[in-house]
Nanobody, 123 residues
Framework: QVHLVESGGGLVQAGGSLRLSCAAS????????MGWFRQAPGKEREFVAI????????DYAESVKGRFTISRDNGKKMVYLQMSSLKPEDTAVYYC????????????????WGQGTQVTVSS
């Protein structure tokens, strides 16, 4: 079993920055790829970023590339999403999740999810 808890969301003005954190617990973490997804009201949950088991490889949705950075600290069982140059369209609930397949990007490929943290970007 894997338990994930996100934190760090909040209100921010357009152009500002936030850092989201995800704390993991359970029997595995260091061998798992971890991802961030987001979901706005009335929309499907969409891929944001993914990081492989040791942090050496990352990938991002085109909409956040160059603005967001995913990272992890396996010693602390933490994964982070540093968000900068935030836009109102980034407003959503952000979720961290784990998968055993780094190459997959769909929400259905992730089997454990956190509760989500709200990010609201005002204009």
């Amino acid at each position: 079993q894997v338990h994930l808890v996100e934190s760090g969301g909040g209100l921010v003005q357009a152009g500002g920055s936030l850092r989201l954190s995800c704390a993991a617990s359970g029997r595995t973490f260091s061998n798992d790829a971890m991802g961030w997804f987001r979901q706005a009201p009335g929309k499907e949950r969409e891929f944001v970023a993914i990081i492989n088991f040791n942090g050496g490889i990352t990938d991002y949705a085109e909409s956040v590339k160059g603005r967001f950075t995913i990272s992890r600290d396996n010693g602390k069982k933490m994964v982070y999403l540093q968000m900068s140059s935030l836009k109102p369209e980034d407003t959503a609930v952000y979720y961290c999740a784990r998968t055993l397949s780094f190459q997959r990007r769909t929400a259905a490929s992730f089997d454990y999810w956190g509760q989500g943290t709200q990010v609201t970007v005002s204009s």
